[in-house]
Nanobody, 126 residues
């Protein structure tokens, strides 16, 4: 059974950092793309970052470029999202999701993904 479990969320002050983890079970993460999405209250779910299955290409939303870094540890079957210089507007529930393949034009579409985790709350506030 394919499962994704996010962890690492919490409350942090503006300018702080958090590292989110997405632990996969029921499948080998090496062969799948993993995307991170977030959803703030009253807003649509938006793609934040993605790491592809084929060549490890990474993608980032313009709003997080230079601040967030996505990486994968295949030995631990886990993908990470390192979030630095956090802003109040980064406050949201963060989800990871997986699919066999995405590219630069499809990674931000939630419909491109087959399985989703339950989400972890990130709150950035002073």
């Amino acid at each position: 059974q394919v499962q994704l479990a996010e962890s690492g969320g919490g409350s942090v002050q503006p300018g702080g950092s958090l590292r989110l983890s997405c632990a996969a079970s029921g499948f080998t993460l090496d062969y799948y793309a993993i995307g991170w999405f977030r959803q703030a209250p009253g807003k649509e779910r938006e793609g934040v970052s993605c790491i592809s299955s084929s060549d490890g290409s990474t993608y980032y939303a313009d709003s997080v470029k230079g601040r967030f870094t996505i990486s994968r540890d295949n030995a631990k079957n886990t993908v990470y999202l390192q979030m630095n210089s956090l802003k109040a507007e980064d406050t949201a529930v963060y989800f990871c999701a997986t699919t066999k393949w995405v590219d630069g034009s499809s990674w931000q579409l939630s419909t491109s993904y087959d399985y989703w985790g339950q989400g972890t709350q990130v709150t950035v506030s002073s």
